[in-house]
């Protein structure tokens, strides 16, 4: 298993401005996972981020709105940028560990932008 | 396309009792189902989950079951529990893609 926190729980954000979510992994992981969770809705991955190259973007998010680094095995960034009232969410990292099928998520961070 | 859903989002069932959650794919190259279950304020944690090549798993108090030609899975919980009241989402897992794919989840609650 894995204990992952997240940076801030919570936060209230004004249009047009940017935010940046911490992700930290109590043991080193290969595959961070980023992922958005919008009200009443599913979970959407946003972007797979592997240490040491570019995290691989999924349909519809694009690196310039939601850059993420990942600079070592324990720890990643991502940031909502240039945000709008429909960047509201919640934002969940999630690793892998053992079978690659099982993640393990981080609490999330409510985002409400205003 | 929303390729994994559950139809049900809310299920309300009596403490002791069976609750079963639904799940349906349509992509034939998911090979692991897997059930999550969130409380509020909290991040997913994994459940259970079934290889493609069975059609049951039980761990506990839950048994998770594949129906491949009907591209349908269900989880059961037996007995229900008042703590086992969460919000349960169902993935499905393509490993040449390597990520998972996320049903909208069932809220369930079990009244004491």
């Known amino acids: 298993s894995a204990v992952i926190s997240q940076k801030p729980s919570r936060d209230i954000c004004q249009r047009g401005t940017s935010l940046t979510i911490q992700c930290q992994v109590d043991s080193q992981v290969t595959m961070m996972f980023w992922y958005r969770q919008q009200p009443g809705q599913s979970l959407t991955l946003i972007a797979t981020a592997n240490q040491g190259s570019e995290a691989t973007y999924e349909s519809g998010f694009v690196i310039d709105k939601f850059p993420i680094s990942r600079p070592n095995l324990t720890f990643s960034t991502l940031t909502v940028s240039n945000m709008s009232p429909e960047d509201s969410s919640i934002y969940l990292c999630?690793?892998?560990?053992?079978?690659?099928?099982?993640?393990?998520f981080g609490p999330g961070t409510r985002l409400t932008v205003t | 396309d929303q390729q994994v859903k559950q139809n049900s989002p809310s299920l309300s069932v009596q403490e002791g009792r069976i609750s079963i959650l639904n799940c349906d794919y349509t992509?034939?190259?998911?090979?692991?189902f897997l059930w999550y279950k969130k409380y509020p304020a909290e991040g997913p944690t994994f459940l259970i989950s079934?290889?493609?090549?069975?059609d049951k798993n039980e761990d506990g108090r839950f048994t998770v079951f594949l129906n491949k030609s009907a591209k349908h899975l269900s989880l059961h919980i037996v007995p229900s529990q008042p703590g086992d009241s969460a919000v349960y989402f169902c993935a499905a897992y393509n490993t040449n893609a390597g990520k998972s794919t996320f049903g909208d989840g069932t809220t369930l609650t079990v009244k004491p």
């Open positions: 992509n034939s190259m998911f090979d692991y």
């Open positions: 079934i290889s493609s090549i069975k």
């Open positions: 999630s690793v892998e560990i053992g079978r690659g099928y099982e993640q393990y």
